[in-house]
């Protein structure tokens, strides 16, 4: 009998596996995830998870009995700690289990502050895991003092969701605004004037110099010479992907665990798929980390485990919820070179075009999701609208779709 193992039980793995029986696959799955919960959504982990609006089952992809009732052996808070390439085994506690093709979908982990500037001391969390939410929520109430570094989108996430649980927040970034390396300077400009109306302090062009604290943070230095009190802080600089066992494995790197356009890696037996797989995207190498990425992508491996031989493509889309705003993103902005503003039909929605060229290549929609869905629409068929078109509010956005 046939074995696949998927190493990795975040969104990609749980997709995968799903999509192996969907599609008829027989033989034996198994799903290692080191946490010792059923795969979860992360999304409203520091949203409505965090606000006690949503409780744990409610997190959860799919009830555990899915597992047992498709025959899936979900093995979990049991990470592989030895991988075997030549031998094709994965070493899980005190079980070495053979497999036949080994899926990695081991996701990313979010970078961490240096212990030399006090990134080890209590009350200094990141926002990636259950644990870590339930660790940090006692701190979400309002005689709190929060730092939050870094201002892409999981910092002003959960600055937003700090700011709404009447926490005091200092968010510094230390790139000249906010959403620098993702956005426009218009969207930054968006989401600032968003969180300064709601007390937020943001620092742009600012740095940690280093936390202060003998066992647990209680202050803050900052490049611009400022010192912080502080109740505990957030870091949000990013993530990297979790190439461990690829690395166990001797597979091939770049930018996460590469892999060609089938989301094979450079071990015929071994493929990857998620935050943590790079692939090729219009003559160059990219790795998405979205959660629709890693439904999309798992599920066009599993396809490709089983014979399909189907490239992956993606239609790359995004989302982020910061007070009563939801930000829909379309496309890649990468080598734009103009931004077109459509306003919305109501107060606070706005949507931002980019260009290269006459090209689109994506759209920021806030509080706007007809211009996020004809926007995503007209990316994806690689059509391009005049800019007056966008620009004149009375234009029927639906009609560009003909």
């Not at 799919?62 to 030895?82: K, S």
């Not at 039909?345 to 290269?356: D, I, L, N, Q, V």
């Given at each position: 009998m046939a074995q696949i193992i998927v190493a990795g039980a975040g969104q990609a793995g749980a997709s995968l596996v799903a999509k192996l029986r969907t599609l008829g696959f027989d033989g034996q799955i198994t799903l290692i995830g080191e946490e010792s919960v059923p795969p979860y959504q992360r999304p409203p982990l520091s949203k409505a998870y965090l606000m006690g609006d949503m409780?744990?089952?409610?997190?959860?992809?799919?009830?555990?009995?899915?597992?047992?009732?498709?025959?899936?052996?979900?093995?979990?808070?049991?990470?592989?700690?030895?991988?075997d390439a030549a031998a094709r085994t994965v070493t899980v506690g005190e079980d070495i289990l053979p497999y036949d093709q080994l899926a990695l979908t081991t996701g990313s982990h979010p970078r961490r502050l240096p212990a030399a500037i006090g990134g080890h001391l209590k009350g200094v969390h990141v926002v990636r895991t259950l644990a870590d939410v339930d660790d940090m929520a006692e701190n979400f109430r309002p005689d709190r003092r929060a730092l939050i570094v870094g201002g892409g989108y999981i910092g002003l996430e959960a600055a937003a969701v700090a700011a709404k649980c009447g926490v005091q927040v200092t968010l510094v970034e230390m790139a000249d605004r906010i959403l620098q390396r993702v956005a426009a300077p218009e969207t930054s400009a968006y989401f600032r004037d968003l969180h300064g109306g709601r007390g937020v302090q943001i620092l742009e062009g600012v740095g940690l110099e280093r936390l202060t604290g003998d066992d647990r943070v209680t202050g803050a230095k900052l490049s611009d010479g400022q010192a912080l009190d502080l109740d505990f802080v957030i870091v949000g600089v990013g993530i990297a992907p979790a190439t461990q066992l690829a690395e166990m494995a001797g597979v091939a790197l770049d930018n996460g665990i590469a892999t060609d356009e089938y989301g094979r890696t450079s071990d015929p037996a071994i493929w990857a798929a998620g935050d943590c797989a790079s692939f090729p995207y219009k003559g160059a190498r990219i790795r998405l980390e979205s959660v629709q990425n890693a439904i999309d992508q798992a599920e066009t491996v599993a396809a490709n485990m089983l014979g399909a031989q189907k490239p992956y493509v993606p239609c790359p889309w995004f989302w982020s919820d910061q007070y009563e705003t939801k930000l829909q993103i379309a496309g890649l902005n990468t080598g734009y070179d103009r931004i077109v503003t459509r306003p919305g039909?109501?107060?606070?929605?706005?949507?931002?075009?980019?260009?290269?060229g006459d090209e689109l290549l994506a759209v920021d929609a806030m509080n706007d999701p007809r211009a996020f869905m004809i926007g995503k629409r007209l990316v994806e068929a690689g059509k391009s609208p005049p800019a007056d078109v966008l620009t004149d509010p009375a234009a029927d956005l639906k009609a560009l779709l003909k």
């Open positions: 409780e744990m089952d409610r997190l959860l992809l799919r009830p555990e009995r899915f597992y047992r009732e498709n025959d899936i052996d979900l093995r979990l808070g049991q990470p592989v700690t030895a991988l039909e109501k107060p606070g929605a706005t949507s931002f075009w980019y260009f290269r």
